[in-house]
């Protein structure tokens, strides 16, 4: 049975670092891209960055240069090293892996940032 499972949310001040971690039990995983969501409260879920099966990273403008993903197959896991927090950062962030045949979801993390 497929799964992703997040860890590392929390809560932090503005200005302070988190780190995320997606474990994917997926076969062949270095053939999925893979992404980190987030949905805050009463908004659609959205793209905070992902990467690609051959490693190109993309991210969403609000996040540039404060947060870093990577992966790493061989330990099938996800990261998001989010740095610098704001409070807009408040949400639930979900790992993704998709492929042409089949996407996944995990159940999500609580990052919540507030002073």
């Known amino acids: 049975q497929v799964q992703l499972v997040e860890s590392g949310g929390g809560s932090v001040q503005p200005g302070g670092s988190l780190r995320l971690s997606c474990a994917a039990s997926?076969?062949?995983?270095?053939?999925?891209?893979m992404g980190w969501y987030r949905q805050a409260p009463g908004k659609q879920r959205e793209l905070v960055a992902k990467?690609?099966?051959?490693?190109?990273?993309n991210y969403a403008d609000s996040v540039k240069g404060r947060f870093a993903i990577s992966r790493h197959n061989a330990n099938k896991t996800l990261n998001l090293q989010m740095n610098s927090l704001k409070l807009e950062g408040t949400a639930v962030y979900y790992c993704?892996?998709?492929?042409?045949?089949?996407?996944?979801w995990g159940q999500g993390t609580q990052v919540t940032v507030s002073s």
């Open positions: 990467v690609s099966s051959s490693g190109r990273t």
């Open positions: 993704n892996a998709g492929s042409g045949w089949a996407e996944y």
């Open positions: 997926i076969i062949n995983l270095s053939m999925y891209n």
